[in-house]
Every structure is written in C-alpha cells, then in structure tokens.
C-alpha cells in the first residue's frame, strides 16, 4: 500500500487535538513515502476552502471533493478520482471513513477500507499497515 485516502466529515472534522494527531500521522505517512490525500462527498466551492487548506497548508498531497469531480462515495468513480489525484492505482490505496457504507465501497473496489470510530483505534491500523512508528 502506497496511498492513504481519508473522508473529511466524520474522520478530520474532530476534535482540535484529534485534528492535530491527524497532521502528525499525516507527515509520518508522507516521510515514510505514502501518498495521502483527502475525499470528501463536499460539494465544493467557496465552502470547501477549509477542507482545501489541508492540501494548500501540505498536510496531503490532494484534496478531492465529490462536488468538483462528479462523483460521491460510494461510486467506484469517487474512489478512483481519489487515486488519480495521488497518481496510484486504486488497489494501492486505503480508505479511512466513518461510513461502513464507504468501507465496504472500497474494499469492494480493490482498495483496503477502515471503518474509523476513533482516532486511536485507526491510528494504530494506519501505523500497521504503512510500516510507520511513533505516537500520535
């Protein structure tokens, strides 16, 4: 697995510590060479630039909002879209998401899906599956 793809509302949208251990798992990921990006079932436009700051701060490589590219989880077009953006095929990539529905989208399209419930729980698969040490 090379690619890291995590729903926004749900998953990125808790808490400010919460939020903060997801940047630092984030840049772990990312020096262990993992590609990371952001999918959201957003709309997009104006509302979407907090959500897009992830991305232009270089927290992920890619944010992608279902809006903008005409596609909503669980299509496997959203999953797909989320892949391109990091340049890797689906089946190397994992999907983080608070909706079993999303999950199993995923898993059913070739990716890796984890059903997110808290961030110690994901944190923990996350690190296991990128090889990737350290607390967050």
């Known amino acids: 697995m090379r690619g890291l793809i995590v729903d926004f509302v749900g998953v990125l949208d ?3 510590e919460d939020v903060k251990r997801w940047r630092e798992l984030f840049a772990a990921a990312k020096s ?8 959201s079932n957003d709309p997009g436009g104006p509302g979407a630039e907090h959500i897009r ?10 944010v992608v909002l279902s809006g903008e590219v005409g596609a909503e989880k669980p299509d496997r077009a959203a999953f797909q879209a989320a892949a391109d953006a990091i340049d890797l095929p689906i089946n190397d990539c994992v999907m983080v998401d608070d909706s079993i529905v999303n999950v199993r989208a995923a898993v059913e399209n070739g990716m890796v899906g984890m059903l997110y419930t808290v961030f110690d729980r994901t944190s923990v698969e996350v690190q296991a599956v990128f090889d990737i040490e350290g607390e967050f």
């Open 32 to 39: 262990n060479g993992v590609a990371t990006a952001i999918l």
């Open 14 to 16: 808790g808490t400010e």
């Open 53 to 62: 700051e992830w991305e232009y701060r270089g927290i992920v490589d890619a």
